[in-house]
């Protein structure tokens, strides 16, 4: 890559500002779309970040040299213009736009089209060339309403109730947990419960002013109450992917087992990771939604990133649009990398 922006060993690179965008190695001057494992990492000499996005980055980070800026504010490094956009991934998650001399180039990061009650909504930002994620990237991933996935949920752990089991839904820890509790709190009765690697991430939306339904961590329940096996029973609890097979299940006499993702679009996904149940929720744009992006934002270039970025390219060259791949090592945390 050339041009505004440049692939080096420490990531995307941009000569005219002097900074990167989400680098996997430490640099001076990093510009962070957003708190997933794969784009924020530690050891930068300056952290550019939104004012949403700073709870999450110092529940990942810690304390760091932070630079914050609201959505949509200019600021100037080197002689790049930069400005953050939301992207509808995560809490203050974004997109990168970045000017010099008249051209405009948008790093879109992680991000999805679908409405989400516990982040900023996708805002379309025109560009010449657009740097997209496709890990979606394939005609069969269209996403379900997760409104309908959250009745579905509810209606499993019914099911559940009715056998004497527990229902664990297996989520990840930033975004995907609390979007589901957030799409759940008009259906559900009583608290959802947590494992504590959920409520680390569940505590910090709610500090950060997202409405979330009552929780309980499993630990709270009495001792005799766990030893008995049957204190989770009809109830619906949130874990970590890590914890599927681990010890931490023992406290489960009966349960049904379950996933909430984009990957459980595909049957043989469910069944690799050897679930009962699979949700389609995903906090990543899908096919229609990737289409529909990169022809609002206008872009006369397009490059695909991290993902099923063969597919994208060739559909976008059959219909006329520059377009190109880019390997990074940027991946996907709903692969499992929390």
Request: aromatic letters at 8%.
């Amino acid at each position: 890559m050339s041009d505004l922006l440049q692939l080096r060993p420490e990531g995307l690179y941009c000569p005219a500002g002097r900074f990167y965008v989400d680098p996997w190695r430490p640099v001076d001057t990093a510009v962070i779309t957003h708190g997933h494992s794969d784009h924020a990492r530690s050891g930068m000499g300056c952290y550019h970040t939104t004012v949403e996005g700073l709870p999450i980055l110092r529940w990942r980070l810690g304390d760091q040299p932070y630079r914050v800026h609201d959505y949509g504010e200019a600021f100037t490094l080197g002689d790049a213009r930069v400005s953050l956009h939301p992207a509808g991934h995560v809490l203050g998650s974004a997109q990168v736009r970045i000017e010099v001399q008249g051209e405009v180039w948008v790093v879109s990061g992680d991000y999805k089209r679908q409405s989400d009650p516990t982040c900023s909504p996708f805002e379309v930002v025109p560009c010449d060339t657009f740097i997209t994620e496709a890990t979606f990237g394939l005609p069969i991933y269209r996403w379900p309403s997760t409104r309908d996935v959250a009745q579905e949920l509810v209606q499993w752990r019914d099911q559940c109730a009715a056998r004497g089991e527990a229902a664990i839904l297996y989520c990840y820890a930033l975004g995907k947990a609390q979007r589901v509790l957030a799409e759940l709190a008009p259906f559900v009765d009583r608290p959802v419960y947590l494992h504590g690697a959920i409520a680390a991430g569940v505590d910090v939306y709610r500090e950060a002013g997202v409405t979330l339904p009552p929780t309980r961590l499993v630990s709270e329940i009495e001792a005799p109450k766990r030893e008995s096996g049957t204190a989770f029973a009809g109830e619906l609890i949130i874990a970590p992917p890590s914890a599927a097979g681990s010890a931490w299940l023992r406290r489960f006499r009966r349960a049904q087992h379950g996933f909430a993702s984009g990957w459980m679009r595909l049957r043989g996904n469910r069944r690799r990771r050897n679930m009962d149940r699979g949700f389609v929720v995903s906090d990543h744009v899908d096919w229609p939604g990737l289409l529909r992006t990169i022809r609002e934002t206008g872009a006369s270039r397009v490059i695909a990133t991290h993902g099923d970025t063969q597919a994208l390219v060739r559909t976008l060259n059959e219909a006329g649009v520059v377009a190109e791949t880019l390997v990074t090592q940027f991946g996907d945390e709903e692969e499992g990398t929390i």
